[in-house]
C-alpha cells in the first residue's frame, strides 16, 4: 500500500481562514497577466459567501456552477466550500436534455452562470422557475434583460468570514457520475473526501510550497477542483490557462514556471502528435500526473518531454486518487492509497488470481471516506455494494507483486476527451428522432488512446434517415463531445430473454461504418 497521512478534522473551511490570516501575500493564482495572492482570493471568496447567505441560501442548500475557466469560478467554488452550501457543476457545453436534468435530478436552489450561456439556458430556466424549485440566478459578465447581476455578490461589502461554517462531513458537493446504467447520478461528496483526493495528488506529485500547478481542467470537472483545493492544502500556485491547448501546452508550462501537470486520458497521445519543438524538454516540469497513459506510450513521453509520469486511479464515487504509482512501474496504476482496501473480483464476489482480469473493487477503512451514496437514489447507491466492497464497474488485474493495472470499462459508458459518457445520455436524445426505432451507443477505440462514440441505429419500419442527415439533426441537441462519430445501421439487436439489447454483442469495428471526421460534413456545433 501507499502510506498517507489521517485525513484531519480541520475544515477547508478552516485551513483557508488560517492561511489567510498567516500567509496573506502568497500568490496562489495566476492568469491572464494577473496574479491573485491567497488574501485577495479569499477576500473575494468571503464576500460572494456573504452575498448568497444574504439571499437567503442556508446550509445544504445546492447552488449550480456554470461558468468559464477563470479565478471567477474558483472564488464561487470556495465561497460555497465555506459556508456549507453544496455545489452542483455543470459542463459549459451542455445543451438540451443534458442541460435539463441537473436542476430535475438534484434539486438545485440557485445557479451562478455566466451571462454567455443565456440563450441555451432560456428554455430550462423558464420551466424551473415557473415550478418554484429555482429561487435565484445570478450572471456573471453580461446580463440579460431582466436578470440579476453576479455583481451583487462579487461586490458584497462584509469581506469577514462568514458566520456559518460547515463540519468535516457535511456534503458540500454533488459530482455528476455516468454510472453504470441509466441517467447520471450525484455523488455526495464532504469536506472530508474533497480534501482525501488533494492529499493524494500531494502524495502522488510529491509538490512542495510554492511550486506552480498548471491549471487548464474544466472547474466542472471533478479533476480540476481536486488541483485547487491540492493547491490550498499544499499553498501551491496555480498557473491557470483558460482551456487546454495541445500545440501551446509546453509553452505555456513553461511561461507559467509549473513545475507538474496533470493529464487525463487523451492528453498525452495529443502532446505526442505535436510537431517537436524546443519547448519540449525546456519547461522546468519534473513530472506529469493523472490517469489513462497507455502502457505503449509512457516511456515515450518521458523520453521526449523530460518528465516522470506518474499515474493512479481514482473515480467519482470515492477520490480523485484512491491508487497510485510512485515507482514508475510501466502500464501500472500502482497500489492503493493506505485509506483503502483493493481486490480484483469475478462476478460471483471471489478474489481473482494474479494475473486474471476482474472488477475493481474497493473498501475505505474509515467509512467517512467510502462512497457516501447517490443524492436521493437509495436504490442506485446500494447497487454499487456488495459484502462492504464498493463496485467500480471497472476491469483490472494484479500482478504477482500487488501492482494493479487498469482493464477497460465493464460499465455502459465511454471516456472521451477526458469526459464519461452515459449511453443513456447519448441514446434518449437520438431517440427524440422520429425515424428511429431503437439506438444503442457504445464505445470503441481512439487513436488517442480514449473513445470514440459509435452508434447503431434501428429505423422505424417504412422510415429513412442517411448519417449526414442524422448528425445535422444531433449538432443543436448534443454537446460537442457527445456527437457520434461512426453511424452503422441494423436491422434488429442481439437481446436478452427480456429484450434488452446486449451490447457486448455489437461489434467495436468501424469498417465499413459511416464515420463523421472522414465525411467532410460541416456541422453549426455551438457545444
Not at 449550480?64 to 471567477?72: F, G, V
Not at 509546453?250 to 517537436?276: C, D, F, I, N
Not at 462519430?485 to 437481446?495: A, E, G, K, L, N
Request: net charge neutral; glycine share 10%.
Amino acid at each position: 500500500m501507499v502510506a498517507m497521512p489521517p485525513v484531519g478534522e480541520q475544515t477547508l473551511r478552516q485551513i483557508m481562514d488560517e492561511q489567510a490570516r498567516t500567509d496573506p501575500g502568497r500568490i496562489f493564482c495566476t492568469f491572464g497577466g494577473r496574479a491573485w495572492s491567497f488574501g485577495e482570493l479569499d477576500e473575494a471568496v468571503n464576500r460572494v459567501a456573504n452575498g448568497l447567505l444574504a439571499q437567503g441560501l442556508k446550509p445544504g442548500e445546492r447552488v449550480a456552477l456554470m461558468l468559464p475557466s477563470h479565478p471567477d469560478h474558483i472564488i464561487c467554488v470556495l465561497a460555497l466550500a465555506k459556508v456549507g452550501l453544496v455545489r452542483v457543476p455543470i459542463n459549459t457545453a451542455f445543451k438540451g436534455p443534458a442541460l435539463e436534468y441537473p436542476f430535475d435530478a438534484f434539486a438545485v436552489d440557485a445557479l451562478v452562470a455566466e451571462g454567455e450561456h443565456a440563450e441555451v439556458l432560456a428554455p430550462v430556466l423558464a420551466r424551473v422557475l415557473e415550478k418554484g424549485t429555482l429561487r435565484a440566478v445570478f450572471w456573471r459578465g453580461s446580463v440579460p434583460p431582466g436578470g440579476v447581476s453576479a455583481d451583487l455578490l462579487f461586490s458584497h461589502p462584509d469581506a469577514a468570514p462568514p458566520a456559518i461554517a460547515p463540519r468535516p462531513d457535511d456534503i458540500i458537493a454533488i459530482t455528476p457520475s455516468s454510472g453504470t446504467t441509466g441517467a447520471p447520478k450525484g455523488v455526495l461528496k464532504s469536506d472530508r473526501t474533497l480534501r482525501a483526493g488533494p492529499m493524494a495528488i500531494l502524495r502522488l506529485t510529491e509538490a512542495r510550497p510554492g511550486e506552480t500547478f498548471m491549471l487548464w481542467e474544466a472547474l466542472h470537472h471533478g479533476a480540476g477542483i481536486a488541483v485547487v483545493i491540492a493547491a490550498v492544502l499544499g499553498r501551491l500556485t496555480l498557473g491557470m490557462v483558460g482551456r487546454f491547448s495541445a500545440s501551446r501546452f509546453w509553452s505555456q508550462a513553461r511561461e507559467l514556471g509549473a513545475t507538474r501537470v496533470h493529464y487525463l486520458g487523451s492528453v498525452l497521445p495529443m502532446l505526442l502528435k505535436q510537431p517537436e519543438q524546443p519547448e519540449d524538454r525546456t519547461h522546468g516540469v519534473a513530472i506529469a500526473w493523472g490517469g489513462g497513459c497507455p502502457g505503449t506510450l509512457w516511456r515515450a513521453v518521458e523520453d521526449r518531454f523530460g518528465v516522470a509520469i506518474r499515474e493512479g486511479y481514482g473515480l467519482s464515487e470515492l477520490v480523485t486518487f484512491v491508487t497510485a504509482n510512485l515507482e514508475g512501474r510501466v502500464g501500472s496504476i500502482g497500489k492503493p492509497l493506505s485509506w483503502y482496501d483493493a481486490q480484483v473480483m469475478d462476478d460471483a464476489g471471489r478474489v481473482c488470481a494474479p494475473g486474471e482480469v476482474g472488477e475493481l473493487c474497493l473498501r475505505a477503512h474509515d467509512p467517512r471516506l467510502g462512497f457516501l451514496g447517490y443524492f436521493r437514489n437509495p436504490a442506485a447507491s446500494a447497487a454499487c455494494m456488495r459484502d462492504g466492497w464498493f463496485r467500480t464497474g471497472d476491469l483490472a488485474q494484479r500482478d504477482a507483486e500487488g501492482f494493479l493495472a487498469f482493464g477497460g470499462r465493464a460499465k455502459d459508458s465511454i471516456r472521451r476527451r477526458g469526459i464519461n459518457i452515459s449511453a443513456w445520455e447519448v441514446e434518449r436524445v437520438l431517440l427524440d428522432h422520429p425515424a428511429i426505432e431503437e439506438v444503442a451507443m457504445v464505445g470503441v477505440p481512439s487513436e488517442l488512446g480514449e473513445d470514440e462514440i459509435k452508434i447503431f441505429v434501428r429505423l422505424a419500419d417504412g422510415a429513412t434517415l442517411e448519417p449526414p442527415e442524422l448528425l445535422q439533426w444531433c449538432a443543436p441537441r448534443l454537446p460537442r463531445f457527445q456527437l457520434p462519430r461512426f453511424v452503422t445501421f441494423v436491422d434488429d439487436f442481439p437481446r436478452t430473454p427480456t429484450q434488452r439489447v446486449r451490447k457486448m454483442e455489437l461489434p467495436r469495428t468501424t469498417d465499413g461504418c459511416w464515420d463523421l471526421e472522414k465525411s467532410g460534413l460541416a456541422l453549426a456545433r455551438g457545444g
